[in-house]
């Protein structure tokens, strides 16, 4: 049973920047796309950004391009997303996200099956 616990979440002002983290449990999850969606309140869970399973590709919507980064590290099971410049409107929970094909791309939210349990994000104007 795959387990995903997310960290790294907080209060921060705007244009401050924080590092979500995410830590997977499994043997298998180098083989698997990661990602991180979010969720307003009263508003639907979007897909904020993908990384590939090999991490040579990734995706950010474009609310977030060119401040928030994704990587992963497979030694440590852990999928990171860094966010600069923060906005009120990032204010949202933040969930970790595990591919549900083995070796795929990731950059597309129907592409993932499993979701962490979240890390709220807020940002103060």
């Known amino acids: 049973q795959v387990q995903l616990v997310e960290s790294g979440g907080g209060l921060v002002q705007a244009g401050g920047s924080l590092r979500l983290s995410c830590a997977a449990s499994?043997?298998?999850?180098?083989?698997?796309?990661m990602g991180w969606f979010r969720q307003a309140p009263g508003k639907e869970r979007e897909f904020v950004s993908g990384?590939?399973?090999?991490?040579?590709?990734?995706y950010y919507t474009n609310s977030v391009k060119g401040r928030f980064t994704i990587s992963r590290d497979d030694a440590k099971r852990t999928v990171y997303l860094e966010m600069n410049s923060l906005k009120p409107e990032d204010t949202a929970v933040y969930y970790c996200?595990?591919?549900?094909?083995?070796?795929?791309?990731?950059?597309?939210?129907?592409?993932?099956?499993?979701w962490g349990q979240g890390t709220q994000v807020t940002v103060s104007s």
């Open positions: 996200a595990k591919g549900s094909i083995a070796y795929g791309l990731g950059l597309q939210g129907h592409e993932y099956d499993y």
């Open positions: 990384i590939s399973w090999s991490g040579s590709r990734t």
């Open positions: 499994g043997p298998t999850f180098s083989i698997y796309a």
